[in-house]
């Protein structure tokens, strides 16, 4: 048992199987050794010294743990492992306390990182719960600063300095390694208690025995300090998972906050807030300590970057997350239709949600439009574990995926939607380029080679650089990465070369040769099939597969070279509209007014736009305005029309999967275009084209 203000103090002593003193337990190594004794603070009378072994999963000692401790492999492998010695503990200590008359006890240690730094992270990681008494403490150094106002601060404390203070005998080699250190801190704290200090222990260090969710406003003020980031996490680690990552530290109410990337959803990241910074710091040393399999980073954060992502000031939002203690469920992929009625319905009674309809809040566009995502709260873990139980399972004609979630990730997600503008832009251009007509080659001659199995991270310098010599032999705009359906990098690159020859002596130069720590595999191609894999289709030992938007009688129409439109050049690079498809293209494109970024502005910098295939255009599709003298030039130039200036292109997000052309005619209804403003643009086969006969003023991509 343990009091506040308890009659005995258990002085406690430890070392792990890797550092030791000021970085004791930042290795992540288990303990191997415990020692401790039973002290009585009125009659100033000491139970029996207990010096036990701990059996650890690992037994390689570093030299360290060899030359301070004394210890072996083998008389490691005979001991108990730490539940048993834990359980021996607790019946020891109760023990001692019978013989010495009392009931109630508290510990006490040399610092803090034996209690937090060792003994709970380790015994969470290995499922097994650490019993009260570990969760209060006596910081020894805290409490001899405190006595002794003069001596050295606390960071700078150790046994010995404080027993050297006191001029005790600080001979460490009379005793065994541990017998020392409890006997000597024994000693300091009876010299404590003598009638010239009387010191008196009042104020015991705490541990957290959980986490606790709570909103946090923008107006707060918090101590950059007290945060941090920590990164590497698994997608679907909750609030729960980190704080139990950073068990034994305690973490400020609503103090960890999942980072979420462009889409909503988690990048990985979190920031984590402290009660104060000697936590935070603590938590520092907690820098590539595992996560399940996963090595976890730790870096200082700033208060600023907590509030950013944690932090809101939405009354509805503070209203929802009023309600203390709760287990809160992000629902994502709901029906546009759905009701609150439809939830708990879909919920069930096996999971009923907090205050019924109140523990709903529906995510929706700040024109009040639906996103499909909901957060729920549940009072239990029961009823969490019960709603995660329907992951996938059907509402209306769509599955729900549930997630745990966070207090911050609530506010992120509306902060997000909220500040969401109905038709997203692009950044606009800066530096005008005046480029010769763009083509991609077609035909049969093999005068391209694929690279395959680049590293995801590689960019078009690493490129240039694996390919050395040869790069005075690429075509201009002549690299081209190609991106999976998510936009990110495939690991694949066409490159035009000058001629066969080139293609043919790069492919026997480079391949299988290292770009950063993998092989990239290098092979000839004709420009027909780079074509055809931009496009979509595929290439391997079994031939060509066209893309799977194209039926293979239209695909022959990819024989002729493929032009970028004079006014897709209008548009940065990753907004540019899929290459033509009908045989009326012609290399003979006039010129056109390009923007680029600054820092793109160069010979080799061309990611292909063509992926997804056409008809699906790419997702990051926007209307970006151009100067209107720039405009008005390529205009004069291309003899082609131009869009209208603003709003001709209309972006169409959450359409069904199954949606057709005639479906999106029909959304559009009674709005006009004439289709011959826009042949110069969108080149359309002669089915497509006769679709579109009504008259329309928007194009929708």
Known sequence: MTASHSDSLVVLFGATAGAYGAKLGSDERELILLVWQVVDLHSKKVGTLHKSLVKADNLDLSDQCREVSGLTPEGLG????????????????????????????????????LIRQVLHPETSKKNFLLSDCFYSFYDLRKEFHTCYPSSAAVKD????????????????????????????????????????????????????????????????????????????????????????????????????????????RRNGEALVRFVNSEQRDLALERHKHHMGSRYIEVYKATGEEFLKIAGGTSNEVAQFLSKENQVIIRMRGLPFTATQEDVLGFLGPECPVTGGKEGLLFVKYPDGRPTGDAFVLFSCEEYAQNALKKHKEILGKRYIELFRSTAAEVQQVLNRYMSTPLIPTLPTPIIPVIPPPYTIATGSVRDCVRLRGLPYTAGIDDILEFMGDATADIKPHGVHMVLNQQGRPSGDAFIQMKSADKAFMVAQKCHKKMMKDRYVEVFQCSGEEMNFVLMGGTLNRSGLSPPPCLSPPAYAAFQTAAVIPAEAALYQPQALLPTTRTPQASA??????????????????????????????????????????????????????????????????????????????????????????????????????????????????
């Open 78 to 113: 005979k001991a108990e492992p730490l539940d048993r010695v834990l359980q021996q503990f607790s019946q020891l200590v109760s023990s001692d306390l019978k013989v010495l008359g009392r009931s109630s006890y508290t510990l006490c240690s040399d610092g803090q990182l």
């Open 157 to 264: 404390q150790t046994i010995k300095t404080m027993a050297e203070y006191l001029g005790l005998g600080t001979d460490e080699t009379e005793e065994d390694f541990g017998v020392w250190q409890v006997k000597t801190m024994v000693a300091i704290i009876f010299s404590m208690l003598s009638e010239s200090c009387n010191h008196i222990f009042t104020e015991p260090e705490t541990v957290k025995y959980k986490y606790e969710t709570g909103p946090c406003s923008k107006s707060e003020t918090v101590d950059s300090e007290t945060v941090i980031r920590a990164r590497g996490l698994p997608w679907q680690s909750s609030d729960q998972d980190i704080a139990r990552f950073f068990k034994g530290l305690n973490i400020a109410k609503g103090g960890v906050a999942l980072c979420l990337n462009a889409q909503g």
């Open 588 to 701: 003979a494109a006039p010129p056109a007014v390009t923007y680029y970024p600054a820092q793109a502005a160069q010979l080799y910098m061309n990611y292909t736009a063509y992926y997804p295939s056409p008809p699906v255009s790419p997702t990051t599709v926007g209307y970006i305005a151009a100067p209107p003298g720039a405009v008005a030039a390529a205009a004069t130039a291309t003899h082609t029309p131009i869009l209208p200036q603003p709003g001709a292109l209309v972006r169409m997000q959450g359409l069904p999967y199954n949606t057709g052309m005639k479906e999106i005619l029909s959304f559009f209804q009674g709005y006009q275009y004439a289709p011959d403003d826009y042949n110069g643009l969108i080149q359309l086969s002669d089915q497509a084209r006769s679709v579109l006969q009504a008259p329309k003023e928007w194009v929708c991509l």
